[in-house]
């Protein structure tokens, strides 16, 4: 059943719920943001690169720059946490484009299509990562910090310029810099 399916018919989605859409929702942080978010009374619509199996779940294929924007009309504020893995797989150059290509071009694919939307939504919530002040040993790093350097410093900078055709249409957007996340779940 799906989660809309739930919500419409349980009565849950309180007032004042959101729309909310989640690229990413099959991950760690995805998976318990959507059961917190459902669990709060909002409506969430799921992005997926598979067929959709449920009646909230909307194909896109990054890969492809494919995404269905009427399906994301009415949409109050969009989650994306995608990105191949940096855990787990050797960093051949093949691998290094790859976690590059899945962040920036999933990423400025949502942004561009978001600016498109009417109405638009108040908020793109992007995954980014701590990767973005590079190594810095010891040094006290804040949110105003220059870029480090290396691979994951200059995907994440790029990740984050990605959100720009979002905030340049007016969208507030917040670039997450995420670090390691421990869980029992993964």
Known sequence: ???T????????RKEGG???LVAG?????????????????NEVLRLVRRTPAADDEVRWEPAAGSIDASA????????????????????????????R???VNSTLLMAETLAHLDPKPSVFLCASALGYYGIRADELLTEDSPQ????LADVTAEWEA?????????????????????????
């Open 1 to 3: 059943m799906s989660a």
């Open 5 to 12: 399916h739930t919500l419409e018919q349980s009565g849950r």
């Open 18 to 20: 959101m729309k909310v």
């Open 25 to 41: 929702s099959s991950g760690l942080i995805g998976t318990a943001l959507v059961r917190r978010l459902l669990d709060d009374g």
């Open 72 to 99: 994301l009309v009415g949409v109050e504020a969009v989650v994306h946490l995608g990105g191949a893995s940096i855990a787990g797989k050797r960093w051949n150059e093949a691998y290094k484009r790859e976690i």
């Open 101 to 103: 290509d899945s962040r």
């Open 148 to 151: 480090g350097t290396g691979f």
């Open 162 to 186: 990605a959100t720009s055709p979002a905030s340049d249409a007016g969208i507030r957007v917040c670039n997450m810099r995420i670090g390691v996340v421990l869980s029992q779940d993964g």
